[in-house]
């Protein structure tokens, strides 16, 4: 049964620290997407990697987010320094381009940052 | 804008069908989806329509698609429990970007 991990599941860290959150996407998957979920915002997207190459990382705070892909079975979503506002819940979700679109989720990584 | 719009609630009986509707903006989009999240979840894929569909059957699951008006509805025949949860309707970008704009999501409540 293939589906998208996510580590860690839960994350609680005080202001200012570093924080990063892990993704292994389905394998064969060539397209990646790293959301954040609040109850004010909804579901936005931060950032989307295409055979492992950046997209858009448009709705991504450049300043203390940053994601990348060192390979091809992980994807990674750094926060630093972390900031109160940042708490949420952040998925990831793979997919591949050309199979009707489709994106499959994580279980997602609740953030709470004191 | 790029609004993709739904009701915040939807209560229904054990056993009624449901009814969850969604409008969006961009008639050029290429599929729409149903994703279903339950508390504490990620958002689970349920079906999608690609736009020159008009409907599609899974199931329990029926997908209504009226592209004149830019409506999608997702209907759930013979309602329980185990549906109650958040329903986020969903269009794909049409420029090839493959991204997506979601709903703001309907909470379903099964009354047993």
């Known amino acids: 049964d293939a589906r998208v991990t996510q580590t860690p599941r839960h994350k609680v860290t005080e202001m200012g620290q570093e924080v990063t959150m892990r993704c292994q996407p389905i394998l064969g998957h060539n397209t990646v997407f790293w959301y954040r979920q609040t109850m004010m915002q909804g579901l936005e997207l931060l950032a989307y990697f295409r055979n492992r190459a950046p997209l858009d990382d448009s709705g991504m705070p450049k300043d203390r987010f940053s994601a990348e892909m060192p390979d091809a079975t992980l994807a990674t979503l750094k926060i630093q320094p972390s900031e109160p506002r940042d708490s949420a819940v952040y998925f990831c979700?793979?997919?591949?381009?050309?199979?009707?679109?489709?994106?499959?989720f994580g279980p997602g990584t609740r953030l709470t940052v004191l | 804008g790029e609004d993709v719009e739904q009701s915040l609630f939807l209560s229904v009986r054990e056993g009624d069908s449901s009814v969850i509707n969604c409008t969006y903006t961009?008639?050029?989009?290429?599929?729409l989806y149903w994703y279903k999240q339950e508390p504490g979840a990620g958002l689970q894929l349920l079906t999608y329509i690609f736009s020159n569909m008009d409907m599609k059957q899974d199931q329990r699951l029926t997908v209504l698609l009226n592209k004149k008006d830019k409506h999608l509805s997702l209907r759930i025949a013979d309602t329980q429990t185990g549906d109650s949860a958040i329903y986020f309707c969903?269009?794909?970008?049409?420029?090839?970007?493959?991204?997506?704009?979601f709903g703001t999501g309907t909470r379903l409540k099964v009354l047993a």
């Open positions: 979700a793979s997919g591949n381009s050309g199979a009707a679109d489709t994106q499959y």
């Open positions: 961009d008639s050029s989009s290429t599929y």
């Open positions: 969903a269009e794909s970008k049409s420029s090839g970007t493959y991204k997506y704009i």
